[in-house]
Each structure stands twice: as structure tokens, then as C-alpha cells.
């Protein structure tokens, strides 16, 4: 599956994975790790890796094989993002490579037939972190102890693995192999076991078996939550399970790198995972460095810790408008400062909620005319130009020129005030108050409070412009900054507004990917999250579609999943981008900025140039951090 045209992704070199037999290189243990193995406390690397490691290929210039040691210092605005770990380690069963084609990870290979059969068959001598086989009982015990039991997953498996209404057929073929079948095509599989927020399908079976009641009776199982103050025995195996949160040290990982540091923490370590199933061309295991430090700081001052030498590896926190300021510092912290471009279909974009709980404002808010006048009214031009250098696209939240779906009449923008103010007039909202501020149809000032997550100040910056324009028609822009957590809740509870955020995951689509994005599917969907809240838990929380037009989206991502042609699914694509623009569910103010990628100079096989994007990409992710190095 092949997503970015080469035009929008130059990177000069690319790390290229294949399979092969461990003897295709002589063995060389890690030196960090060689007391342990004379000790015997740890096994030589021989027994360490796969009997079939995927063997890493460099082609020797500006991205070559590296050497092993030491510790990469980073820096995060939050505890939470321990998870990066997760996402920047980027092992998965299928993955991403850096050409955005889907290739076999931590499985040796994978079948599909009719797109609705997959077969996967795991690596022979594969390890979990602390030792222990991994085999197709890890994926058993998923399917059968986690997904499937109500205790455990009330709502019953992921919506990823539910399709038509219909899970899969799940079968372990012989310890190695596994099959999932469902009775229609599954598109969704891969690219969720691909995510930067990836869909694991299986559990460290052996850990998670002692805190549940199948394998060590109820009443131990009882007696072990009450000891470990929980109120069940389902929610200690749950606050144990955290694949992803990676917040539980003793849970056993696939990642190349384990957290060691039990929350709560202010500092991070993780240390080399001595089981990992990558190897380089020369014999050596992955990853090349021993140890990633995560360090919290205030989000608002890690661009200034950044320019001053204190990460070796940054882009979280840091923003388009900090590279003046980090250029200015590069040379005297001896650290480069590359520009990747992002891929997002905005990079910033502003969401009215159509399910706020003020019924004057909800039904202002689902006024199509209202969101057109309150686009036309931005000038994003000046944006660009005052905050971006002019680099960025002055378009709506929408696909890329990059991608094939892209439509340049879909795309385009218009800063025209007096079409703005003509649209509200012809709304009825005539009516203006002493302060220039035009009136609700209930008498009300129409002041709009966007809330931000307030993590920087881009945000912010952009917002300052706007109020001015806004103004000129009759509307106060306020802002509001809160948590992430804060903020995400107002949204979903309904008393947020309107939010600024970015916008399309992904930017670079083709036909045969999920529209899942542009139809109510997700809470995290910014300007319908109670729709969304409904599509994810079947409708047993949040509120089912009452507009028609969203419930044709809904109605266009379900046919997508059953079109049996390419064409089909691209008039689909097509049809829900065009109901998008005319209806300007988002409002884009920008897309394509350039994303600062700060690195120490003596960190070796970072990209100069590569495309920064969450999903797909999970940002560092598809470069394989794992086979970053220090030089000397």
C-alpha cells in the first residue's frame, strides 16, 4: 500500500527491511550487555533474536550502520507521553516503511486472500523483553481472555476487528501461525496494526494470566485486586495491561526499547530491549543506542530547553514559528535543525461543535452559511505571510496536492468579508448591540470562545489574527486554554463552542484507504464528537446523527467498506470531500508547514528531509529510531 507520491517525500536515503536467516552475518553481541552474558544472568544474542531476524539494509551514505552506546535525552510536555516510546520504537506486526508501504515487522510474513483472510505467521525464537516465547498463544489469549470477555471489554472487540456487524473467525494454525477470517473484506486491518496508536492483537499471555480468574480461580483473583486496592479483578488486569500507555514497567514489550520508570515520574528511562528482533547487516542486534531518557518539562519552555542543548532529539512542542529562535542556537549546542513537511489536511483548523448543548447556538452552529461566513472572514494570507514565511498552503482542511483524490476547487480559499457579513444578513442575524457585536436570534452578543489545548503559542498567534477580521463582521473571538485532558472532556461533554486543533489525520489518502475520518466515527472527531461517541460504543452512549447530510457520510463510509471496485471507492472518496468543502463541517486556516526536527549533530541517520505525520507515520516512527547512533 504505497501513500506518498516520491515528489512530496525526498528523503535522500531510505532504510530498506527484508527478511533474512540470522547467518547471513556473523554475530556480534552488544557491548553493554556482555557482563550479563558472561554472568549467565542474560543469553548470547545468538539465542537472544529470532531464528529469522529482520535484517535492517543500509545502503552505506548518508544512512549507514552504526556503532552501539549510549543514551538519547528527549523531552516531553506530559507524563502520558511515556506512550511515545510506543510510537517512536514503531514495532508492529505489519509496519510502515519509510515509503509508506506496508511491510512485515515483528511477523515474518503475512497472507491475505479476497481481503478478508489474513494469515500471519510469527518468528521462530521470538522474545518477549523479560525472555519468554511469543507465540500464537499471545494471540489466543487477546482474542479469547481480553476482547471477547465482558468483563474485560464490555463493548466486546475493537470496531477495527468488527466489520458489517461481524467479527472474525480467529483460529492458531500451529504455534507460530495465527488466522483471522471475516465473512467480507476487512480494509481497516493492516493500516490499525500499522498506527502510530497501533491495534494489538495480542497480550504477553504469560504475565497477564496471573490476574485473571480463568487461570487462577476467582477468589485469588479477587483476593489479589482488593490487596492491590482495586475494586475488581478486571480493572487490575486492565491498569495492568498497557501495551500502549507503556506506563506499567513490569508488563513485558516487543518494543525496542522497555520503560524501566513506574509512574508517577518526572524523568523516564527505558532501556535497551535485549530480546529485540532487528539485527544490521553486520551481525548486530538493534537497537544501536542503550537507553532513551524522557524527561517532563513545561510545554512552554521545551523549544527554549531545545535551543539550548538540553534534547538530542526533538519535534514535540516545537513549532514552525520556534525556528528562528533554534536556527539562532544550532551552531553553539551543535545541533541541526531540519524542516520536514507535515501531511495533516490542515495544520491547524477550527472545529464548531455541532452537538453543543445551547440549543440557540447548536442550531447557529449548523448553519452551513454561519461556517462560510466565518471562513471567508479569515485571512490567511497575512497568516501565512506573518507566521509561516509564506511557506504554507492557504487551503481548507482537506487532502494534499500529493494525494490522487486531490481537488484543487476543493482546496482553494476566499478572503472576502463583505460576502461574509452578506451570508449572516441573509441568516437573519441583523440585529447588532452597542458594542458592534451583531446578536443571537435570543438576544445574546455572538462572542465565539475557542478553546485551545494550550500547549504553545502558534495557536494562539493565529487566533490574534483572526479576531481582527472577525470583528470587522460583527463577531468576538475569545480564547480559552486548558489542559489536553480538560480540553478534549469539555469537547465531548458538549460545552465547548468551537476548539482549534489540526485536521485530517492523513492528508495523503488514496482510494483504498479508510474515509473513516471524514464520517462520524470517532469522539476525537472534533466537531461532532456525540455522533462519534455513538458510532464507537453502538449506540449505547453519545447521540445518534440528526443531520442529514452526516448521516449520508455515515451512510458513504459504509458502502465504501462493501465497493467491490477501485472507481467505487474513489467516487465515494470524492463525493464525501466534496460534502466537506460545501459544508465546512472544519474550518481550515493552513496545511503543509514545514515541522522543526531538532538533532544533535552527533546523532547519526536522522532524515534531512522526510514528511512528519502522525498517522501514518507515527512521526519518528517509520525512520526506525532504533537504528539511530551517536558517532564519537
Known amino acids: 500500500m504505497k501513500i506518498v507520491s516520491s515528489r512530496f517525500l525526498s528523503i ?4 530498506l527491511l527484508a527478511v533474512a536467516p540470522a547467518q547471513a552475518a556473523v554475530l556480534h553481541e552488544t557491548p553493554s550487555l556482555e557482563a550479563a552474558v558472561k554472568q549467565g544472568t542474560l543469553p548470547p544474542v545468538a539465542q537472544r533474536i529470532p531464528e529469522s531476524p529482520l535484517v535492517v539494509q543500509f545502503d552505506g551514505q548518508s544512512m549507514r550502520p552504526g556503532r552501539h552506546g549510549g543514551s538519547l535525552n528527549m523531552l516531553i510536555g506530559r507524563p502520558k507521553d511515556i506512550r511515545l516510546l510506543v510510537v517512536y520504537g514503531y514495532a508492529r506486526l505489519i509496519g510502515y516503511d519509510s515509503n509508506f508501504d506496508l511491510k512485515p515487522d515483528i511477523l515474518e510474513s503475512f497472507d491475505i486472500r479476497d481481503g478478508r483472510i489474513f494469515t500471519f505467521k510469527l518468528r521462530k525464537g521470538h522474545r518477549w523483553s523479560d525472555g519468554q516465547p511469543f507465540t500464537a498463544e499471545d494471540f489466543r489469549y487477546y482474542w479469547e481472555d481480553v476482547a471477547n470477555n465482558q468483563s474485560l471489554a464490555p ?9 458489517s456487524g461481524h467479527p472474525p473467525q480467529f483460529e492458531v494454525l500451529d504455534e507460530y501461525t495465527v488466522r483471522y477470517t471475516w465473512p467480507v473484506p476487512n ?13 494489538f492483537i495480542y497480550r504477553p499471555a504469560h504475565y497477564l494470566k496471573q490476574f485473571h480468574p480463568r487461570y487462577v480461580g476467582d477468589s485469588k483473583a479477587a483476593e489479589r485486586a ?40 518526572t524523568r523516564f528511562a527505558a532501556q535497551r530491549n535485549p530480546y529485540f528482533h532487528r539485527i544490521d547487516s553486520q551481525g548486530r542486534q538493534l537497537p544501536y543506542i542503550d537507553e532513551v531518557v524522557l524527561v517532563q518539562a513545561d510545554g512552554r519552555l521545551i523549544s527554549a530547553k531545545t535551543g539550548a542543548g538540553e534534547s538530542d532529539l526533538q519535534s514535540r512542542n516545537i513549532s514552525f514559528n520556534d525556528y528562528t529562535f533554534l536556527k539562532d542556537g544550532s551552531k553553539r549546542n551543535d545541533y541541526d535543525v531540519h524542516l520536514w513537511r507535515t501531511a495533516k489536511g490542515a495544520h491547524l483548523a477550527l472545529f464548531p461543535n455541532l452537538n453543543h448543548n445551547d440549543p440557540v447556538w447548536r442550531k447557529v452552529m449548523r448553519d452551513r452559511r454561519f461556517r462560510e461566513a466565518l471562513s471567508l472572514a479569515i485571512d490567511r494570507p497575512l497568516i501565512n505571510q506573518a507566521l509561516y514565511f509564506g511557506l504554507a498552503l492557504e487551503h481548507h482542511n482537506t487532502v494534499l496536492p500529493e494525494s490522487p483524490l486531490y481537488d484543487e476547487s476543493l482546496a482553494l480559499t476566499e478572503f472576502n468579508v463583505e460576502k461574509a457579513n452578506a ?28 478553546e485551545t489545548a494550550g500547549e504553545d503559542t502558534e495557536q494562539t498567534d493565529v487566533l490574534e489574527l483572526i479576531r481582527d477580521d472577525w470583528a470587522k463582521m460583527g463577531v468576538k473571538l475569545f480564547t480559552k486554554p486548558s489542559q489536553r485532558e480538560v480540553f478534549r472532556n469539555r469537547i465531548f461533554s458538549g460545552e465547548t463552542l468551537m476548539s482549534i486543533w ?58 465504501w467498506l462493501n465497493a467491490s471496485t477501485r472507481q467505487e471507492r474513489e467516487n465515494i472518496w470524492r463525493r464525501m470531500l466534496q460534502i466537506h468543502r460545501d459544508m465546512l463541517f472544519s474550518i481550515g486556516i493552513v496545511s503543509g508547514v514545514l515541522q522543526p526536527v531538532v538533532a544533535k549533530r552527533k546523532l547519526m541517520n536522522v532524515p534531512v528531509k522526510a514528511v512528519y505525520n502522525w498517522d501514518p507515520g507515527a512521526q519518528f516512527g517509520v525512520y526506525r529510531p532504533d537504528t539511530f547512533w551517536f558517532a564519537k
Open 155 to 163: 463493548s466486546g472487540p475493537p470496531r477495527d476487528m468488527v466489520v
Open 226 to 265: 482488593e490487596a492491590e486496592g482495586q475494586r475488581s479483578w478486571a480493572a487490575l488486569h486492565n491498569r495492568r495491561d498497557n501495551l500502549y500507555k507503556f506506563d506499567n514497567p513490569d508488563l513485558p514489550t516487543l518494543q525496542p526499547w522497555r520503560n524501566t520508570t513506574r509512574p508517577p515520574a
Open 187 to 199: 480494509p481497516f486491518f493492516l493500516p490499525r496494526l500499522a498506527g502510530a496508536s497501533p491495534l
Open 502 to 559: 489540526f485536521g485530517l489525520e492523513n492528508g495523503l489518502p488514496t482510494a483504498d484507504m479508510s474515509p473513516e475520518e471524514l464520517a462520524p466515527t470517532s469522539q476525537l472527531q472534533l466537531q461532532w464528537p456525540k455522533w462519534g461517541q455513538y458510532f464507537e460504543t453502538k449506540g449505547k452512549s453519545g447521540e445518534a446523527p440528526d443531520m442529514e447530510i452526516a448521516v449520508e457520510l455515515a451512510r458513504l463510509n459504509e458502502t
Open 12 to 15: 535522500a536515503v531510505l532504510i
Open 423 to 450: 451570508l449572516l444578513d441573509e441568516m437573519g442575524l441583523t440585529e447588532w448591540d452597542d458594542d458592534e457585536t451583531r446578536l443571537l436570534p435570543d438576544g445574546r452578543p455572538i462572542h465565539i470562545i475557542i
